[in-house]
C-alpha cells in the first residue's frame, strides 16, 4: 500500500492539472476519456454531460475508443443511461444481462463483454456520466478501482465548465442583443415614412426573434386595434383583421398594456386562435404593447419561434425592448403626418380667405387653382 500512495496521488496531481488547463467541457470531457483509456487499456470510453436541468437529456461530449453513439443527444430516461440517472449509483454489467434495446444509443461494431457507467454528482445534482465499453474482459470492481478515484475531480470539473459555458453563452447573447437593438433603431429610424416603416417594424421583429410569424397591429379612432403589418405565416390571424379588448391576446394588451407569454399549447387563448387551422398553428405566443409617451399606439404579437421552443421570459424581454424601439420611431413617423395635416389645414385656410376676400369670378378661379 506504501508504493501505491504516491503512484496515487500522482495520478490525481496529473489528472486535476490537465482538468484545470482547460476550461470549456469538451476538452476537459476528452481529456476524462483520455485518461480512463491510458489506466485501463482496451476500453470505450464516451464522456456525457447534462447541460439543463429543468429538460435534461444526455449530450455526448467525448468519445474514446471503438464505439459510437447514434445522436449527440440520448433521452435521460433511456435505456442504460435512465438507468444510472434513476440509480444515480455506478454499476457494471455484462453485455448478456443486456438487451439491444438497453444500449440501442451506441453504435457498437464488435462483440461487446461489458458496459459500466459511474455518474458525475457535484452537490447532488447529476451533471454528467461517464459509460466504459469493454470488448475483451468483463467489468470488474477491481478493474474500476482505480476509475472510481478520479470521479469527483472530473464532476467537479463539468460542472465547473459548464456554469462557465453558460455564463459566456449569456453574456454573448446580451451582446448579440444589444447589437441587433442598435442594428433595429438605427433601420426603423432611417424613414419618417409611416407606409414604409410598418412593414419594417414586422420583418425586423421577425429576423432578431427567429418566429414563424409577427403581427403588428395599431390602435384606430374606435379603440379597436387594426392589423396593419405582418411578417411570416399565421393562419390564425386574416390580413387587416380587426381586434377590440375581447377578441384575443392583443386585445387583451390593449386593456391591461402588460406583456403576455403563452408557452402552453393548451392554454384556452391558443385554443380559441387554433380554431379550425390545420397548418401552422400557433403553440407558443407572446405579444407586447408598444407605449408612447404612456399612450398605447399598437401591440406586437408574435408566433412560434422556428427552432420548435416555446418562448422563455428571455424572448419576451427582447421583444419589450424592441416595442419600445419601435414607439421612438412611430413617434417621429407620426410627427411628419402631423405637420403634413398642419400645411394642409393653413392651405385650406389661406384659399378659403382668398375666396371669400373677393367677387371677381377670373382672380377666386386663380386662387383655387393655384394655391394647393
Not at 33 to 52: C, H, N, Q, W
Not at 316 to 339: D, F, R
Amino acid at each position: 500500500m506504501a508504493t501505491q500512495i504516491p503512484d496515487s496521488s500522482l495520478l490525481l496531481s496529473e489528472f486535476t492539472t490537465g482538468l484545470l488547463s482547460e476550461r470549456e467541457v469538451v476538452p476537459r470531457a476528452r481529456w476524462i476519456a483520455a485518461k480512463i483509456a491510458e489506466l485501463v487499456p482496451g476500453l470505450a470510453v464516451v464522456v456525457y454531460a447534462v447541460e439543463d436541468q429543468e429538460n435534461p437529456e444526455w449530450t455526448v461530449k467525448a468519445i474514446l475508443g471503438e464505439i459510437r453513439v447514434a445522436h449527440a443527444r440520448v433521452p435521460f430516461e433511456s435505456g442504460t443511461l435512465g438507468e444510472l440517472a434513476k440509480t444515480r449509483e455506478p454499476f457494471a454489467c455484462e453485455s448478456s444481462a443486456l438487451t439491444r434495446e438497453d444500449y440501442s444509443h451506441l453504435d457498437v461494431r464488435r462483440t461487446l463483454l461489458a458496459l459500466a457507467y459511474v455518474p458525475l454528482i457535484v452537490q447532488e445534482i447529476l451533471v454528467g456520466a461517464i459509460e466504459i465499453a469493454s470488448f475483451e474482459f468483463p467489468l470488474e470492481e477491481g478493474t474500476l478501482a482505480s476509475i472510481f478515484e478520479l470521479v469527483e475531480p472530473a464532476a467537479v470539473a463539468i460542472a465547473a465548465a459548464l456554469s462557465y459555458e453558460r455564463e459566456r453563452n449569456a453574456n454573448l447573447r446580451s451582446i448579440s442583443r444589444i447589437a441587433q437593438l442598435y442594428d433595429i433603431e438605427k433601420v426603423l429610424n432611417s424613414t419618417l415614412e409611416m407606409d414604409e416603416l410598418l412593414p419594417i417594424v414586422a420583418s425586423k421583429f421577425g429576423e432578431i426573434l427567429n418566429v414563424q410569424a409577427v403581427n403588428f397591429w395599431m390602435v384606430e379612432g374606435s379603440g379597436n386595434l387594426l392589423l396593419v403589418s405582418r411578417s411570416g405565416v399565421d393562419p390564425g390571424v386574416a390580413d387587416g383583421a380587426m381586434q377590440d379588448a375581447t377578441g384575443g391576446v392583443p386585445g387583451e394588451i390593449s386593456e391591461s398594456g402588460e406583456a403576455v407569454l403563452i408557452d402552453l399549447s393548451d392554454d384556452p387563448r391558443l385554443e380559441k386562435r387554433n380554431a379550425g387551422v390545420e397548418e401552422g398553428a400557433a403553440f407558443s405566443l407572446m405579444a407586447a404593447p408598444v407605449i408612447d409617451r404612456e399612450n398605447l399606439v399598437g401591440v406586437a404579437e408574435v408566433i412560434n419561434r422556428m427552432d420548435g421552443q416555446r418562448f422563455d421570459e428571455d424572448d419576451l424581454s427582447l421583444l419589450v425592448a424592441l416595442c419600445e424601439t419601435a414607439a421612438g420611431a412611430l413617434h417621429n413617423a407620426s410627427l411628419l403626418q402631423a405637420e403634413r395635416k398642419v400645411e394642409i389645414l393653413e392651405t385650406l385656410v389661406t384659399v378659403s380667405h382668398e375666396i371669400t376676400s373677393t367677387l371677381n369670378l377670373e382672380r377666386m378661379l386663380q386662387t383655387i387653382v393655384n394655391a394647393p
